[in-house]
């Protein structure tokens, strides 16, 4: 069984400029969770994908969007970037309905804006 | 809204000592209560879990308990390793939501 996947490990961009992080699901898992974590905070919420559709959204504006594929792996997009915007990006996969379902954090994306 | 206060960091301790980390939720329903770890350069890990009052959750010699009455999961270990170094996390989830809420981390140090 593979677990969750992200790529790439590390990036970084200059403020103004768009990215887009990538993250594979564990198998069998058809919903994907992303999260913001700040240096020295814990996760934020961005938001989650069920079956393609956005499920739910935290505290983010806009230009953070998101998109989840038929093979349920997904992306993070985030448009105008902001030196705020520094931080990891965790994903995280699951299945709901499953009893007691744990999220399977990847080991996330640093992304760091000059 | 939903909230999670974790015990102010960092701690470090000698190896074999008692750990304590208090973690304090604010929540409408009844939330279940989760422990994450995390080591360096790594993802969070699941380290125990607790999905309603009087529960006690426990794994690689850790434990605690989801104490409705003082609204509490404190993280607790007879005796720390080395190894167990890393950030911890408390967080909750509302029911059936699949999303976590988050505390700040503590970061913990064992020295041996």
């Known amino acids: 069984e593979t677990g969750v996947t992200q790529s790439p490990t590390h990036l970084i961009k200059t403020r103004g400029q768009q990215v887009t992080l990538r993250c594979s699901s564990q198998?069998?898992?058809?919903?994907v969770s992303w999260y913001q974590q700040a240096l020295g905070q814990g996760p934020q919420f961005i938001f989650q994908?069920?079956?393609?559709?956005?499920?739910g959204r935290g505290n983010f504006p806009p230009r953070f969007s998101g998109l989840q594929f038929p093979n349920y792996s997904s992306e993070l997009n985030v448009n105008a970037l902001e030196l705020d915007d520094s931080a990891l990006y965790l994903c995280?996969?699951?299945?709901?309905?499953?009893?007691?379902?744990?999220?399977?954090f990847g080991n996330g994306t640093r992304l760091t804006v000059t | 809204g939903n909230s999670v206060t974790q015990m102010e960091g960092p701690v470090t301790l000698s190896e074999e000592a008692f750990l304590t980390i208090n973690c304090t939720y604010t929540?409408?329903?009844?939330?279940?209560l989760f422990w994450y770890v995390q080591y360096p350069g790594e993802g969070l890990q699941l380290l125990l879990k607790?999905?309603?009052?009087?529960d006690k959750g426990s794994n690689k010699g850790f434990e605690a308990t989801y104490r409705k009455e003082t609204t509490s999961f404190h993280l607790e270990k007879g005796s720390v390793q080395v190894s167990d170094s890393a950030v911890y996390f408390c967080?909750?989830?509302?029911?059936?939501?699949?999303?976590?809420?988050f505390g700040q981390g503590t970061r913990l140090t064992i020295n041996p």
């Open positions: 995280a996969s699951s299945q709901p309905g499953t009893v007691n379902s744990p999220l399977h």
């Open positions: 198998s069998g898992h058809n919903t």
């Open positions: 994908y069920y079956r393609e559709e956005e499920n």
């Open positions: 929540a409408t329903g009844y939330p279940s």
């Open positions: 607790a999905t309603k009052a009087d």
């Open positions: 967080a909750l989830e509302e029911r059936g939501a699949q999303k976590l809420v």
